[in-house]
Each structure stands twice: as structure tokens, then as C-alpha cells.
């Protein structure tokens, strides 16, 4: 199985602040890799699709970048409702694995 | 609108048998595969099923296999998860998503609708 793993698992900051969240693949992934944003008692919503497309509907101040092992995705700006947890997932080869998550919280 | 419902948790008593559904409409449902994904209390997210949008292949991860069985009926638009033999580790808010697989990339759009989420708590 293909061992994603992100980093920080935590991280505090600050409105408008800017975030960075890394994860990395246990092998080459190419650019089959998303990310999710979930809130508390929510579903969770995709931000990014294939590495670094932007989600229909999502802000601008979201982005992802990286292929092969390293992702990352970054928020320019952080806003009151970025608050949550961030999870990243590949769907490379099955089972499609998700990254430990990272929680984004108020500093 | 494209919408994914899930319904049919509760509790259950361990060793118990249970039925998860998930009403999809908005979109061509046998145009995608449709999957069940988890969430522990205060966990991350674990996928566990998939199924085609034909109904076969079905896959499921390895610690499930032979206790849960998913299922379509593509006349209705919907999706089903039995579950069988539960254990208290089963507890969780289970989702269903959907992805399609696109060729002319080789790649799939995985997970960009998810339903709300049905909550299995399995204890005595």
C-alpha cells in the first residue's frame, strides 16, 4: 500500500496568515493526488484535483503543487472559514490511501 | 443538483448486521464508480469499498473483506454497504463519494461529491 504522509499533523496560525501543507507519497505518485477540506460535522470537500487544479468554486487563495512524492498546498491568506482539517489523498494505485490529516487551527 | 444521501445507521450491537444506503441524484449514477469511505470518532479518513458502474468489480480493503458487501442499483440511483458481523472498531461516520476514471489521462477524478455522512455506533 502506498503510505501517504502530511506534515505538520497541527499547525496554529494567524488570519492571514500564510499555510503551507506538505505531503509526502511512500512511492511515485505522478499528479494523482487531492486535497480535502474538512469542518467539524461536515463531509469533507475537495480543494484541489490532480496536484494542483483548483476545485470549481473554491478560492483562489488555495493552490497545490508537486508530482511524483511531494505535494503541497498552500493558502495565500488564511480566512476565519479556513479553519479545519486538511486531508490529502492518492488515487494512484488501490487502495487509494488518505494522509493523516492536518489541523489548521486559530492561533 | 448533484447529491449523494446516505441513510440506514445507527446503533448495533456488536457481532450485529446492518444496511447503509446512499440515494444519488444530479448525474449519470452508472457513469461512476461509487465508493464508501469511514471516519472514526476523532479519526482520519479510511476508504474501504468501491464498486463499478457496471456492479462488478467490487474491491474492499483487506481488513473488511467478507464481513461488508457493497452493492448498486443502478435502476434506483442508489448504493448500499451490508454490513455483517460489526465490532465496535466499525463505529463511524460512513460516507459514500463518487469518481470516474478519465482515459484520455489515464487518471481518475476521484471523491468530488461525498454525501453527508450516516453515523454506525456498534456497541453493547
Known amino acids: 500500500d502506498i503510505q501517504m504522509t502530511q506534515s505538520p499533523s497541527s499547525l496554529s496560525a494567524s488570519v492571514g496568515d500564510r499555510v503551507t501543507i506538505t505531503c509526502r507519497a511512500s512511492q511515485g505518485i505522478r499528479n494523482d493526488l487531492g486535497w480535502y477540506q474538512q469542518t467539524p460535522g461536515k463531509a469533507p470537500k475537495r480543494l484541489i484535483y490532480?496536484?494542483?487544479s483548483l476545485q470549481s468554486g473554491v478560492p483562489s487563495r488555495f493552490s497545490g503543487s508537486g508530482s511524483g512524492t511531494e505535494f503541497t498546498l498552500t493558502i495565500s491568506s488564511l480566512q476565519p472559514e479556513d479553519f479545519a482539517i486538511y486531508y490529502c489523498l492518492q488515487h494512484n494505485s488501490y487502495p487509494w490511501t488518505f494522509g493523516q490529516g492536518t489541523k489548521v487551527e486559530i492561533k | 443538483q448533484v447529491q449523494l444521501v446516505e441513510s440506514g445507521g445507527g446503533l448495533v450491537k456488536p457481532g450485529g448486521s446492518l444496511r447503509l444506503s446512499c440515494a444519488a441524484s444530479g448525474f449519470t449514477f452508472t457513469d461512476f464508480y461509487m465508493y464508501w469511505i469511514r471516519q472514526a470518532p476523532g479519526k482520519g479518513l479510511e476508504w474501504i469499498s468501491y464498486i463499478s458502474g457496471s456492479g462488478i468489480p467490487t474491491y474492499y480493503t483487506a481488513s473488511l473483506r467478507g464481513r461488508f458487501t457493497i452493492s448498486r442499483d443502478n435502476a434506483k440511483n442508489s448504493l448500499y454497504l451490508q454490513m455483517s458481523s460489526l465490532r465496535v472498531e466499525d463505529t463511524a461516520v460512513y460516507y459514500c463519494?463518487?469518481?470516474?476514471?478519465?482515459?484520455?489521462?489515464?487518471?481518475?477524478?476521484?471523491?468530488?461529491?461525498w454525501g453527508q455522512g450516516t453515523l454506525v455506533s456498534v456497541s453493547s
Open positions: 463519494a463518487r469518481a470516474s476514471f478519465k482515459g484520455y489521462i489515464s487518471s481518475w477524478d476521484a471523491f468530488d461529491v
Open positions: 490532480a496536484a494542483s
